[in-house]
């Protein structure tokens, strides 16, 4: 199988998961890929994609030999930290396009509509 290259103008998604052992798991994370654990033919253990792990299902996944598991990964936008930058960079926006008491000159509006709607670049 043959990787596309740079040249074609085909880029690789990156996953929206990473996968992680039971050591490093922690309540609340998600999974981004089914759990699916059989024993003698039998199914002993499914958790769907997007299932939130408790300690209790990390505890169940130790005792049924799991070794590591795909975790998703949350988009910036759920990420606090990058909801307060967002917050700050649309702040810094609108002062930057009002004067200190007047409103946003309504022939700079599109423009700062269009600026805060495209948020911060990443």
Not at 13 to 21: E, F, G, K, N, S
Not at 35 to 62: D, E, F, H, N, W
Request: glycine share 6%; hydrophobic share 45%; net charge negative.
């Amino acid at each position: 199988m043959e990787l596309p290259n740079k040249e074609d103008g085909a880029e690789l998604a990156l996953p929206d998961y990473r996968w992680l052992t039971l050591e490093l798991l922690e309540p609340g994370m998600v999974l981004a890929r089914p759990v699916v654990v059989a024993a003698r033919g039998t199914l002993v253990m499914k958790l769907g994609k997007g299932c939130a792990l408790t300690p209790s299902l990390i505890s169940q996944m130790y005792a049924r030999g799991i070794e590591c598991v795909a975790i998703a990964i949350p988009p910036p936008e759920e990420d606090e930290t990058w909801q307060a930058r967002c917050a700050a960079h649309a702040q810094r926006l609108k002062l930057i396009f009002s004067d200190a008491q007047a409103p946003i000159h309504p022939d700079c509006q599109p423009l700062y509509d269009l600026l805060v709607s495209q948020g911060l670049p990443r």
